[in-house]
Every structure is written in structure tokens, then in C-alpha cells.
């Protein structure tokens, strides 16, 4: 049974398990499945918008298919995100991607 195969049948059990849903959007990614990935990581970003490594890892595969602003306005979404719940580290790394990217 494949990675997939396993995290799909966990989310049977669990259907709205963020942490699932992320494993399984990072292996949809592996597999070059950007649609199903991206479609999961917004759908735990609308869910749960503190689960904050999502809005990074969509940014990446907004970035990574050509969509610049699309990325910038993720990694916006996120350093808001953390800045209203006071968590500093993941605003700061936010801001990093995004001041990297805006700047290239």
C-alpha cells in the first residue's frame, strides 16, 4: 500500500484531520499531483487558518507553477494569520519566503 493509498484511509476515520490532509497535500506534491495538493492545502487553510505550515507549502507550489502573485498573497495571508495568533517565528519565516520571492 502506497503512502497515498495509507493517508486516504486514515482520512476515512478522520475526514477533517489537518495533519492528515497535509501529509497527504506534501505526498500529492512528490507524485507531481499539484491540483489534488493545492486543493487540499486550501481547504485546511479555510478550515483551520492557525495551521500555518500549509500557507508555506501552498505559497511553494503557487511559486513553483508560475503564479508569483498568488504566492505573495498566500505568504500575505499567512504572516497575518500568525501576527493575529502572536506567533512570531512563523510570522518571520513568512516574511522571509515572501521578501525572497517579491524580490527576484
Known amino acids: 500500500m502506497s503512502r497515498i493509498e495509507k493517508l486516504l484511509d486514515y482520512l476515512k476515520d478522520s475526514p477533517h484531520d489537518s495533519f492528515l490532509q497535509h501529509a497527504l497535500a506534501l505526498e500529492y506534491v512528490k507524485e507531481g499531483q499539484q491540483r489534488e495538493a493545492r486543493k487540499l492545502f486550501e481547504e485546511i487553510l479555510e478550515?483551520?487558518?492557525?495551521?500555518?505550515?500549509?500557507?508555506?507549502q501552498l505559497a511553494q507550489l503557487l511559486e513553483h507553477s508560475g503564479?508569483?502573485?498568488a504566492a505573495l498573497r498566500c505568504?500575505?495571508?499567512?504572516?497575518?494569520?500568525?501576527?493575529?495568533?502572536?506567533n512570531s517565528k512563523t510570522?518571520?519565516?513568512?516574511?522571509?519566503a515572501w521578501e525572497e520571492l517579491s524580490n527576484e
Open 75 to 86: 505568504y500575505q495571508r499567512g504572516m497575518d494569520a500568525a501576527n493575529a495568533a502572536n
Open 67 to 69: 503564479e508569483t502573485n
Open 91 to 96: 510570522y518571520h519565516e513568512l516574511k522571509a
Open 47 to 56: 478550515r483551520d487558518p492557525t495551521y500555518f505550515g500549509s500557507y508555506y
